[in-house]
């Protein structure tokens, strides 16, 4: 700030202020994060010359300001927030894909429907959350792609001839029915990683690992000789 001694108009040239062009103007600073109230007055202790300013804070101008950094943080939250809406949307579409891949695709044309209805059951829970647009569908979603990703990477080796985890005869529909749950199970793991949930990390953790342990138990089920060949 400059405050020059002397007779005169005083320049507040620090933090924006403008010229007082009186000795007793009441003139606003812009320049702190509270907006005072800045009054020249010829009672003030002087310096020379010069009256010094005397700086009230006003509690009307520090309300204001209070009212516009919560309006503009509620903006910014909104936004962030319409910006991941359309990411649920996405886990929901990747999860109904495999689920049709598997359940019309491979399960009707290997006759093994109540089979594949078992294994993609944990799907369901994304679908749901989803289509709520929850932002806890990503936690939902990903340890269920991620299991069918590597187990369609596992066929995909073998197809290859590079690995024999897994073995077995597919026809051309099962392997263009592999191509589409590898596919989405990316594209869902993907929008996870866009997605920003406001829950808690052991709430987020359990949301995981449940579904984790629930698609193990469903596939495993899945291969009994009640849903083997159905």
Excluded at 98 to 106: D, E, M, N, P
Aim: charged share 15%; aromatic share 8%; hydrophobic share 55%.
């Amino acid at each position: 700030m400059n405050l020059p001694i002397g007779p005169g108009p005083i320049r507040l040239e620090a933090g924006g202020w403008r010229e007082a062009k009186a000795a007793n103007e009441v003139i606003t600073d812009f320049g702190s994060e509270k907006p005072a109230i800045v009054a020249i007055s010829d009672a003030t202790p002087a310096l020379g010359n010069f009256a010094g300013p005397n700086i009230v804070h006003s509690p009307e101008a520090e309300e204001r300001m209070d009212t516009q950094d919560l309006v503009k943080d509620a903006g910014m939250r909104r936004e962030a927030h319409q910006a991941q809406g359309w990411q649920p949307l996405v886990v929901a579409v990747c999860s109904l894909a495999i689920i049709a891949a598997l359940v019309l695709g491979v399960g009707i044309g290997s006759h093994l429907v109540l089979r594949h209805v078992v294994q993609t059951l944990p799907l369901w829970v994304a679908v749901t959350l989803g289509l709520k647009r929850s932002l806890a569908a990503g936690w939902a979603g990903l340890p269920v792609f991620l299991f069918w990703l590597v187990l369609m990477t596992v066929i995909w080796l073998y197809l290859l001839g590079v690995s024999n985890i897994l073995s077995g005869h597919f026809t051309q529909l099962e392997i263009a029915m592999t191509v589409v749950v590898g596919i989405a199970a990316g594209v869902g793991i993907v929008a996870f990683f866009r997605l920003k949930s406001y829950l808690s990390g052991w709430a987020l953790a359990s949301i995981f690992i449940v579904l984790a342990v629930v698609q193990l138990v469903c596939f495993r089920l899945s291969f009994l000789p009640a849903l083997a060949h159905r």
